[in-house]
């Protein structure tokens, strides 16, 4: 659920395939001029992000062919858009606003770790979260079917909050990672509160990603 999911537009798949109970606006949507990457998130509190940062340096002691994501390009990502044209930012706007609007702050933290799709070929390493998650999960499906009003292709996976830590380069030995796992599964964090969601803009440079905030709407209801 974060920027490992597919972009809008797949290349060799026929937009049309994936038509969402609004045809017309999907139709124009994906034919649209694609220009900026693009994705929903909550943005983490510095102190956490330091917790995090601290797993990373234990676990670097593994050696695993990890690209570690740099503390502050870690976020709580809650819609992946992929490409997106300028013109769909108002429409996202209102969709975030109408979330917004109906969805209270969430209480979580982070908690343990772990990877997908699964030990024995990991891709992803992650934290996972505890407290308020069933809200958060709650905040996440009205953003998809908001969006979806506007043409935005609904994901169809279940949407599992989690913290992308780093990205496996090659393979890995299992029995190394079940022990590091199994050694930091009681690592947790402060509690935060997560009171808005951040529209963020991705630029991918040779020398990294840089995230930049398009737009901010705070949680409002109670």
Known sequence: MDADLLPLQEKGKNPAEHMSPYPDMALIRCY???????????KLPENILSSINNIQEDLKQYRFPVRWVRPGHIHLTLKFFGDISESDIKSIEIAMDACAGICPPVTLSAKGIGVFPSLARPRVMWAGLSGQVSMLSTLQDALEKNLEKYGFIKEERPFKGHLTIGRFKDKVNSEQLIEA????KDFNTDVFVAAEIILFKSDLLPAGPVHTELLKVPLTAS
């Open 181 to 184: 796992m199994r050694k930091h």
């Open 32 to 42: 649209a001029g694609l220009n900026m990457r693009a994705f929903i998130a909550i």
